[in-house]
């Protein structure tokens, strides 16, 4: 057997996706769409695997050089696209002695290779197409022999769809007949071969395995469509194999700031939520990654993350344990006794420790996906201008300019640079992303963890809007948290505690960035409520520094700000 993989296609219903990877190295749980075929094939007895190749061909052909299969794979470069029927007639050296069964490389199908060939060569016709019933794209007429008497248009003159036709699903055998109806060059449609040959007497055979499951993959709610549902059957066969047919259940999950979307899913008693990215939307780390990369290695160090199950990067999906829905925030807000709540943040903070020495140890920077480090430019930018644009001039509407306080930034990134020691920073440590389990603490949303020093992780913590704690126990949590890490590491707990502020400082600039971008452009207001507790917190937080260290800023924060927000309530 002989098989030729239709891999050159653009991709241009997937794009931008498309743009930065082949659509046959699009990954179906883990897996690239072009190994999976690959295998199948050579597991139906194929001995040459035919690979054309046009768009991104490098990275296909890279990847190819980089498996080992059972077959004789033979990639077969097109410099200028020349379609299926030009492929075919492109390879027609490798096999014209042969049946040539060819297969695009984007699809999902059960189809049985072996099967379909068998069927081929007891027909004894010059092709054979394998057909099946599919609404959106059924174009081809059946008789009731099972001979291909047609191609026809998608849809009838009036807008609807014959009821006898049926899908061709591209995958097909077929002899040296077809190659005098193939122009001799350029591009070329294996379709149009097929009719010439019909109109010239000959017969097609139509293979209809029933039943059959066939996808075709190329816009990205089929490609997604058909990743979600295949890592769901695996992953809930592989948890408990007695519910392996039990029907799944999705239920859809609030989000909070992030774009992505998350689900309860349920199969039987098998319980987990699921967390998805969208596809990878560059060649770049991407957010999925860094996720399952950061929280593999949290959870090989023993911290308290949720198991990931499975998981598909490209597809932007991750399977992982179930918390339920509790987090501090709530568990805080339906707490009486301010003595437990301390309890709570002191077992929090012992945490918060065990994460930045355990979670550093090993941890590789290439797992993160916006910066190897908390550093100079993220305190500037992501923070300090952040601030300016997003929520003095984005929510506030003032017109201020970042120079005015870029003096004053600089002199805060200088400090915080300086911090040690560095460890694991998860870098948004803050109520709603710590849930609550059988009076258990458990972190999630570590995707934007990197280097960075555990003050700023406490900062997170403490000035958090969301549960707005009390100025005297974030002191005396702050104490609590300086004297565990001079036990841990020797540094002096009265220096932790001085730098402690700059860190707070550059969390509340990015606090209220943040509100301001997702309040005014995501359009998400109901983060509107806790700026007021941010403001506070910010003033709070200046008025410990020396009056000439931060002016500006606390200027900024104690009149322009108290004035603006004040407008803009009263407008709204």
């Known amino acids: 057997m002989i098989a030729l993989v239709l891999a050159a296609g653009f991709g241009t219903r997937l794009r931008p996706y498309t743009d930065h990877t082949p659509k046959p190295l699009f990954t179906l749980n883990g897996r690239p769409l072009l190994d999976i075929m690959i295998r199948r094939l050579t597991a139906a007895g194929a001995d040459t695997v035919i690979v054309n190749t046009h768009h991104h061909h490098r990275q296909i052909e890279d990847f190819l050089h980089g498996q080992c299969y059972a077959a004789n794979i033979i990639t077969r470069h097109e410099p200028v696209i020349l379609g299926t029927g030009g492929a075919i007639r492109n390879t027609a050296d490798i096999w014209r002695s042969h049946p040539l069964l060819v297969v695009n490389s984007d ?3 059960d189809i049985d290779f072996q099967a379909l060939y068998r069927f081929h060569l007891d027909q004894d016709r010059p092709a054979t197409l394998a057909l099946c019933r599919h609404p959106a794209f059924d174009s081809v007429a059946v008789d009731h022999q099972g001979h291909v008497i047609g191609f026809q248009e998608a849809t009838d003159t009036d807008g609807r769809r014959p009821s006898d036709l049926m899908t061709f699903t591209g995958i097909q055998v077929l002899t040296d007949t077809i190659l005098p109806y193939i122009p001799s060059e ?40 058909a990743a979600r549902d295949i890592m769901t059957a695996h992953v809930l066969g592989r948890i408990d194999p007695s519910h392996r047919s039990a029907p799944a259940e999705w239920q859809p999950l609030p989000g909070d700031g992030s774009d992505r979307r998350w689900y309860r899913l349920r199969g039987g008693p098998t319980r987990m939520v699921v967390a998805d990215h969208g596809i990878k939307p560059s060649a770049d780390t991407c957010e999925a990654e ?18 990931i199950y499975l998981e598909d990067t490209f597809a932007g999906l991750v399977f992982m344990e179930d918390l339920g829905s509790e987090n501090l925030q709530t568990r805080v807000q339906a707490s009486s006794h301010l003595s437990t709540i301390e309890t709570d943040y002191r077992r929090l903070i012992d945490i918060l420790l065990d994460m930045a020495i355990a979670g550093g140890q090993g941890f590789n920077p290439d797992w993160a996906y916006q910066t190897r480090r908390y550093d100079r430019n993220v305190i500037l930018e992501k923070e300090c201008r952040y601030f300016v644009e997003a929520f003095l001039k984005g929510y506030l509407g003032i017109t201020a300019a970042y120079d005015t306080v870029a003096p004053e930034c600089r002199h805060l990134a200088d400090v915080i640079m300086a911090i040690e020691p560095v460890g694991f920073m998860h870098r948004d440590f803050q109520s709603r992303n710590i849930m609550v389990r059988a009076d258990r603490f458990y972190l999630i949303d570590f995707q934007g963890g990197r280097i960075g020093p555990p003050h700023y992780d406490l900062a997170s913590l403490l000035i958090d809007p969301y549960v707005d704690l009390p100025q005297a126990l974030q002191n005396t949590l702050l104490v609590y948290f300086a004297d565990q890490l001079q036990k841990r590491t020797g540094l002096s707990a009265g220096l932790t505690q001085r730098v402690y502020r700059y860190c707070a400082l550059a969390r509340n600039l990015q606090i209220l960035g943040a509100y301001g971008f997702l309040t005014r452009t995501k359009g998400k207001h109901q983060f509107s409520r806790y700026i007021p507790a941010a403001v506070e ?33 009263s407008r709204h």
Not at 290 to 298: K, Q, R
Not at 560 to 565: G, M, Q, V
């Open 107 to 109: 699809i999902e199908t």
């Open 186 to 225: 350029g591009f070329a449609s294996s379709i149009d071969a097929y009719r010439a040959m019909l109109a010239d007497g000959h017969r097609l055979s139509a293979y209809i395995p029933d039943p059959l499951r066939w996808s075709d993959l190329g816009t990205p709610e089929r490609y997604q469509t």
């Open 290 to 307: 860094a996720f399952v990369a950061i929280g593999s290695h949290l959870h090989r160090q023993g911290l308290p993350v949720p198991r």
């Open 537 to 569: 917190s910010l003033q709070h937080g200046l008025a410990m520094f020396d009056r000439g260290e931060f002016p500006r800023l606390t200027t900024i924060a104690n009149q322009t700000i108290p004035e603006n927000l004040t407008l803009r309530t």
